[in-house]
Nanobody
Framework: QAHLVESGGGLVQAGGSLRLSCKAPRMITSTFNSAIMGWYRQAPGKQRELIASITGGRVTQYAESVKGRFTISGDSSRKTVALQMSSLNPEDTAVYYC????????WGQGTQVTVQG
């Protein structure tokens, strides 16, 4: 069983929205609750970057590039982290991953987001 499973990506027109989901099936609930969970993305030819994180299901931080457009949320009962993305633009095209920021887990396969301008 994978540590992290991302889903929800797809092809969307500029200005559109997508909701990504990340499940952490192997993480016990107490560990999930204390984790800083983050969403990362890797665009073609670029390094993977952290774009949003959530601590304790409440405290959130965002990269400047997505602030005001993306919203991260967590559900400890389901051990999932979601990323609601709106006002998407072609620069958001990337493979999106989630991981634990304070103690990296084996990376999942990610989910591809493609934004057509």
């Amino acid at each position: 069983q994978a540590h992290l499973v991302e889903s929800g990506g797809g092809l969307v027109q500029a200005g559109g929205s997508l909701r990504l989901s990340c499940k952490a099936p192997r993480m016990i609930t107490s560990t999930f609750n204390s984790a800083i969970m983050g969403w990362y993305r890797q665009a073609p030819g670029k390094q993977r970057e952290l774009i949003a994180s959530i601590t304790g299901g409440r405290v959130t931080q965002y990269a400047e590039s997505v602030k005001g457009r993306f919203t991260i949320s967590g559900d400890s009962s389901r051990k999932t982290v979601a990323l609601q993305m709106s006002s998407l633009n072609p620069e958001d095209t990337a493979v999106y991953y989630c991981n634990r920021v304070n103690g990296e887990l084996p990376w999942g396969q990610g989910t591809q987001v493609t934004v057509q301008g």
